[in-house]
């Protein structure tokens, strides 16, 4: 059946407000990077006024953030990969032996607010001399990660048939020779979007980069702190630094949703 008029009219206007309301804040933060700090407090200019790049001029020449960005990819790129390293086969046992109690561990790790772990650890890792390096940062953004993964996954695995699996053990692979050559490729999709993910959470942490990250070590979320002052707030900067720090991830999710939402279905449809 058809829908009514009336009922595509309401689901067109409610798409329409739902939209504009999730966009208008990223079209603000955009029109109001390439304002001055005059311009934007001036109600009069919110839709007309003298664009300037000299906001993006601050953030990629004066504010080092050339370096802040080499800094986030790698922290986010390393704790991906060290995450689907350890989260796949983690996942893999978890899902063919039935390991409960463990996987409950995970999805207390999963739950458990990581802000409350960030005393401890930089007790912990300040007696190690390990604040200020890349190492901890990657260690610490894996907390949020590797559970990511190992959700993801199980999920996953347990939608694929064993009867493949079983039929290599029969032909003498062992069970980490089946993972590899028959479990692992039939998982790429989801491997896929839990690596996406995994990457974006990472690029986003901003807790654990602020406690334990150095002049040397920053990320692009910490950094945007420094348009912040006591006394000000630089607000066409920090916008911009802001915008420079949003867009690459929409990007990335731009040209990735189809994989991202196929890898999530498929964990849930195949069986």
């Known amino acids: 059946m058809k829908p009514r008029p009336a009922y595509r009219v309401f689901r067109v206007v409610a798409l329409t407000v739902v939209v504009l309301t999730l966009i208008a804040p990223l079209i603000w933060m955009v029109a109001a990077s390439f304002k001055t700090n005059v311009d934007i407090y001036d109600p009069a200019k919110a839709l007309v006024f003298s664009p300037t790049v000299a906001n993006y001029a601050k953030v990629l020449q004066q504010a080092n953030y050339i370096e802040f960005i080499l800094n986030s990819l790698w922290v986010a790129f390393a704790a991906t990969v060290a995450s689907l390293i350890l989260g796949l086969p983690a996942a893999y046992s978890m899902s063919r032996f039935a390991m409960k109690k463990s996987a409950l561990v995970v999805l207390m790790a999963r739950v458990i607010p990581g802000v409350s772990l ?154």
Request: charged share 10%.
């Open 118 to 271: 960030l005393v401890p650890w930089f007790y912990v890792f300040s007696n190690l001399k390990m604040v200020g390096g890349f190492g901890v940062l990657i260690i610490s953004h894996m907390f949020v990660s590797l559970p990511l993964v190992v959700y993801i996954m199980m999920g996953y695995f347990d939608s694929l048939p064993t009867e493949l699996e079983e039929a290599a053990l029969v032909d003498g692979l062992t069970h980490i020779g089946a993972f590899r050559r028959i479990t692992l490729p039939l998982s790429m999709p989801g491997v896929a979007t839990a690596g996406i993910l995994s990457f974006i959470f990472s690029w986003n942490n901003f807790m654990f980069a602020l406690v334990l990250s150095d002049a040397g070590t920053k990320t692009l979320p910490v950094a945007i702190f420094d348009f912040v002052g006591y006394a000000s707030i630089d607000w066409g900067g920090l916008m911009a630094a802001t915008t420079v720090v949003t867009l690459p991830i929409m990007v990335i999710a731009l040209f990735v949703q189809k994989y991202v939402v196929s890898g999530l279905t498929a964990g849930a449809t195949k069986g």
